[in-house]
DNA sequence: TGCCTTTATGCACGTTTGTGCCGATTGATA
DNA sequence: TATCAATCGGCACAAACGTGCATAAAGGCA
């Protein structure tokens, strides 16, 4: 799709282009890369990514740029935040997912690094209730996307409500991604919201496996609402400096826990 | 490819409709080799080019000129293109849009455009079928937002199959604002996917009034499906230097034509 | 027909833009 | 702290650009 083994000349503002393309599609770029790809020297790449970054189109950052989040609302504003630390997590959730598999991806800042994370060539059947998602999925050639409409609630996000519940039903996914406010081992998987619980629940009930990749402030925590027990989540993903007892904690009732690299870019 | 060996001599207005078709057909046309394919001066191409770019018919840059939306490309590609011109159409399309209405946002980058200018304190309830558009619509606290679900189209970057169409069934907007691949007098509202069109006349039915903004490039061209007759149209928004007679003839069809603002923010 | 205006085009000129290279500076990393 | 890569600013050069002018063809009007 994108390969440019043969290499015509390209105008200024079709290599600005290329690159915005390149930075929504995985997540950063470097300048180097990006001089060889497009056959011009590095200071010229360094140019466009000045301009483009004077335009507000993407972030500078040393060796590349990154792409600005539209930052504004309450997940958007969640989306910032611990980048390197999701984006870790992110890497490792992705190995669990393989081609062909059905994946629900609930509303969550983790989860929609997770689909940004996902390999290019990769191909699934991808379900969300989440605008943000969905629009990330869409830079991906290879996957067929399901939006789960509704009213959105937009605190979580995504569309939640009766409207989605009902859609959501019809849904047996191989694997559910569910995003977390707080995990206990005795409390289980908990979120902020009523109706958010509810609709996650269903989702989870219905899915052969469910996955849950959660930051360090969430563990041996716990949130009003439970959605599912420890013991109905399938797999755990935590930072690799978790607490160094949780791996045995959540081992014994039957989650398989799994370390996120370092966090190195 | 498109060989020209025999060199009859065009008429200006020739040369310069064939230049639009090498932009919609190659994504990008470059001066030196129009004016050896024509068989004229480098400058006389640029001043085609001029004269193409000052109409809204393509964008110029330095070495060319790039078409102003390109045809098979997906939503996200498209949203970068012609901003200003977007931006201004969106600026007189936010004038219609009053606190209490409930509108349809379908699935196009000029409606994006549209939900991004929504002053801040606006209270509506808005549907979309348009991940982007309910991301960016997430952004405006006052707005009560429905997404439409179903399985996304990603050329259209929509959600327009079976399931959506029935579920915006239910919907009777006061306001459906349209995107269009093409707006003609006789031909009407047309656009480029089948499936796009049935849900887009689906929605454009029930709803009290249609609006639909459309840069130069679009007026008076025709894409395969049709979507809806001119009259059905309740409110066309074009640019400013738009063709001097585009008022006059829509107008006489009943459809109250809005010229945008200068594109000077 | 003769004359004038308009329009399309090419050419010459000076100007602007895009790019690569070099040297100095800054930032990351150990 | 030292080291090395990335960055920035300036410079140079070529290509692309716009403008003004000249020319020629087309068309209007008396």
Redesign the interface.
Known sequence: MIGFSVQTEL????RQ?LI??RL?LSGRVLAIDLAQEFNVSEDTIRRDLRELAAAGLCERVYGGALPVS?G??T??QRVGLATERKAALAASAVGVIKSGMTVFFDASSTNLAIAQALPAGIELTAAT?T??I??AL??K?GI?????????D?LV?A?IGAK?QR?VEALRPDLCILGACGVDINAGLTVFEYEDAEFKRLVARNSAAVLAAVTNDKLGTSAPHAVITTRECTTLIVEHDAPADTADIYSTAGVAVVHAGETRP
């Open positions: 105008l200024l503002k079709q282009s915005q393309d929504r539209p504004g609302t997940l958007t209730n605008p943000l969905a629009a869409m830079e050639p067929n996307i399901i939006l789960i409409g509704g009213k959105i937009r996000g569309a989605a859609d």
